[in-house]
């Protein structure tokens, strides 16, 4: 005597598939919109972070440390630093590339008259960077006397 096997049937698999598709449906623009908003985020840390590390390296070495963020491309970079991955060039971070796919939409400083950190850390003038991303933006602002860079 045969032994049968049970097996799903083929209107069992459809709906299971219907189902997977409906489910995703309805999560992938929340998904969208939690990737734009991680985007942006990780950008405005890291905007954050190189800000901090030029002021200290500027308290550091008693030199001082400029900043010089350009829109234009996306990209900001720190000139007296090297580049911690190649261990060659200007330490540069390209925001436009992945992970952060952000854009950087404003900002009070340009190559003309970049932001820099004195011997003391201080820097020459306050002001903010804003950067976007799936339709969420941060604001980095500096505080002109301290130097410290908050997200907003």
Excluded: C, H, K
């Excluded at 550091?60 to 491309?73: E, G, L, M």
């Amino acid at each position: 005597m045969a032994v049968r096997r049970r097996a799903f049937s083929l209107v069992e698999l459809t709906m299971v598939m219907a189902i997977m598709a409906i489910a995703g449906a309805i999560a992938m623009p929340r998904w969208g919109e939690a990737m734009g908003r991680y985007r942006v985020d990780a950008a405005a840390r890291r905007i954050v972070a190189d800000l901090a590390l030029a002021q200290t390296t500027a308290r550091a070495t008693s030199s001082p440390q400029s900043v010089i963020i350009n829109p234009s491309v996306d990209n900001y970079r720190l000139p007296s630093l090297t580049n911690f991955e190649t261990a060659a060039g200007q330490y540069t971070v390209y925001l436009a590339n992945a992970p952060y796919l952000a854009d950087l939409s404003s900002t009070d400083w340009s190559a003309v008259t970049p932001l820099t950190f004195n011997a003391f850390g201080v820097p020459s003038a306050g002001g903010s960077v804003t950067v976007t991303s799936g339709g969420f933006s941060r604001t980095i602002t500096i505080d002109a006397d301290s130097g410290v860079a908050t997200i907003q």
